[in-house]
């Protein structure tokens, strides 16, 4: 669904989103997304478009869920992001941004190639940014262990219970259980 930024009416347009309808759907096939990585089409929340001069003010929240990899556990896991969107943009792709940028410093106007905008890739976009860098699915997560390869203090691994001792380091144990088994008698 795409918007053209002169069909935008004096007053503005309102989107809203029940979460019923997969309003990312188009977004989502279009924009290459990392595998581990899926986000749902379905959100929900209210977009305000609003024409102001050169540029379309678009603002408002969404919340919209995306199933992620733990980067410990390589679990998959859901997380539900509630988004406040409030960009500015303007029509004229890179030239425009040029010129922009000759003339002021600031770096608040997000210039699209058309005079047209589409909410849901503006969405998808503002979604994949709040993407953490290493996701987790929970904090305390302990990861996996690197011996046997389950989970860290689950009933699979037992490696944590074993001391292993670095064999270059087997002569020095030694001599210390032989001065521990000296101090006891």
Do not use: Y
Request: with cysteine.
């Amino acid at each position: 669904m795409k918007i053209r930024f002169d069909d935008i009416p004096e007053d503005g347009l309102r989107l809203s989103f029940s979460g019923d309808e997969d309003f990312l759907a188009d977004a989502v096939k279009t924009i290459s997304i990392s595998g581990d990585v899926k986000i749902d089409p379905h959100i929900r929340g209210k977009i305000d478009i609003i024409r102001s001069d050169e540029d379309v003010l678009f603002s408002g929240a969404v919340v919209g869920s995306m199933r992620l990899r733990c980067s410990r556990c390589l679990s998959d896991f859901t997380v539900e992001k509630e988004m406040n969107l409030d960009l500015r943009l303007r029509g004229g792709g890179l030239a425009a941004q040029f010129q922009h940028s000759a003339e002021q410093q600031d770096a608040d106007v997000v210039f699209v190639e058309a005079s047209e905008l589409d909410p849901a890739e503006l969405i998808l976009q503002e979604l994949l940014l709040d993407i953490p860098m290493k996701p987790l699915c929970r904090e305390e997560c302990p990861g996996l262990c690197p011996k046997c390869g389950a989970l860290k203090g689950s009933p699979e691994c037992k490696c944590g219970d074993q001391k292993e001792i670095d064999r270059r380091w087997e002569a020095l144990a030694s001599l210390k259980r032989k001065r521990d088994d000296e101090a006891r008698s």
